[in-house]
């Protein structure tokens, strides 16, 4: 079609995320065969978040794109917590988009890990205790570390099964260290049985995560089929 516009990606912010209130910035592209010289770039942040609106105006080729930053009224006050940001646009040149299908994009940014934090099931979640592995997993693989990080496990058996990605920030430097509270490995098992599944017979899955320590800990497979 002549005239379809997208929202691209979301340039700004990204990690590792600052807090406190920032521009977003989101990059529009023509799609289109069309020459784009004005549409509706829209942005909120979660699902029920307010909509702000920018008008925007200008000349995008076929396949250029162009950075449109909302800013003053239209900044967002970032938590730190998990938010998506989700940007769209509508009316190129005034007329109905040709299609809908690539107006969309989004993006998931949250603070990155930095300093020391506990493991400890007796302690509320908050913002320097996990209560799961998994809770720790999702947040470095969605969140990455902006300095070394090292993880203080209270005793205990946990029974999971979680996978760590490629950390974003994690470095030689960087480090991730997963460590026994009492610095006894006995103290600390992490335990699974992935059933019938040779596929799934771990209890840690190191999917393209370096720069991780693992230390004074127990990690065992429950299953004794394999």
Not at 4 to 17: E, H, K, R, Y
Not at 121 to 129: D, E, F, V, Y
């Amino acid at each position: 079609p002549a005239e379809n516009i997208g929202a691209f990606a979301v340039i700004s912010p990204t990690l590792p995320l600052v807090t406190g209130l920032q521009d977003v910035i989101v990059q529009i592209k023509n799609f289109g065969s069309a020459t784009i010289t004005s549409a509706n770039v829209r942005y909120k942040v979660g699902a029920g978040g307010t909509t702000r609106t920018i008008a925007w105006t200008g000349s995008i080729a076929t396949n250029a794109t162009a950075n449109v930053t909302f800013t003053g009224v239209n900044q967002y006050n970032f938590t730190g917590s998990y938010d998506t940001v989700i940007a769209w646009t509508d009316a190129p040149n005034g007329l109905p988009d040709g299609y809908l299908a690539n107006d969309t994009t989004s993006s998931m940014v949250c603070q990155s890990l930095n300093g020391v934090y506990t493991m400890d099931t007796t302690l509320p979640a908050s913002a320097t205790n996990f209560v799961n592995f998994n809770s720790i997993a999702t947040k470095l693989n969605n969140c990455g570390v902006s300095g070394p990080v090292t993880i203080n496990i209270a005793n205990g058996t946990y029974s999971e099964q979680f996978t760590l990605n490629q950390i974003y920030g994690a470095s030689a430097t960087n480090t991730v260290t997963f460590q026994s509270a009492s610095g006894i490995a006995a103290n600390v098992v992490i335990q699974f049985n992935g059933g019938s599944s040779a596929a799934n017979n771990f209890v840690v899955k190191m999917n393209g995560a370096d720069n991780t320590i693992w230390r004074n800990l127990t990690l065992q497979s429950t299953n004794t089929s394999f």
